[in-house]
């Protein structure tokens, strides 16, 4: 890889790490407060889970778009990104998440899916609050598999 495509690599994930960044205090900042009963709440919590495992996916995207860019199960895609990102490619990059990074990233997709897809199921307090716990943990998580995977694509 070229400096020039490397540095413009490397500044897209920063940008994408700090939308993250934006998001998550959003999210907690709509967290405060929360309370079972309050659905308006709930509900806004719920959309900024779903905005910062959209982020992360952009994120991913970003990587696979610069290294392979080839997950041709369509009806799969959202989780064949987390699965490729979880492994190595020989010869073509070394891999992205940890399995614990990869768990993590895995339930939130599966909380994003939730919320796009349950039009009439009411939210669940216990659920929310899991999910919103793990967002938390999971950036800076995050955070340092893709500081790892920089260093590991410079050498």
Known sequence: MD???HLIFVTDLQAQ????????????SR???LASGDIVR?????Y??????????????????????????????HSALLQ??????????????SFDTYTALNSLR????????????????ELLMVN???????LPQLEQVIQLFLEAIRE
């Open 84 to 97: 490729r990102m979880m492994q190595e490619i020989p010869g073509i990059r070394p891999a992205v998440l």
């Open 17 to 28: 790490l700090a939308t993250l960044h934006r998001i998550t205090k959003r999210l907690e």
């Open 132 to 138: 919103f716990k793990l967002a938390q943990e999971v």
């Open 48 to 77: 900024q889970l779903h905005n910062f495992y959209n982020a992360v996916e952009d994120l991913l995207k970003l990587v696979a778009t610069h290294f392979e860019n080839n997950i041709s199960d369509v009806a799969r895609w």
């Open 31 to 33: 967290a405060v407060g």
């Open 42 to 46: 709930m509900e806004s919590v719920a």
């Open 110 to 125: 599966g909380f994003r899916h939730f919320f796009r897809h349950a039009y009439e199921v009411p939210l669940n307090y």
């Open 3 to 5: 400096s020039a495509n």
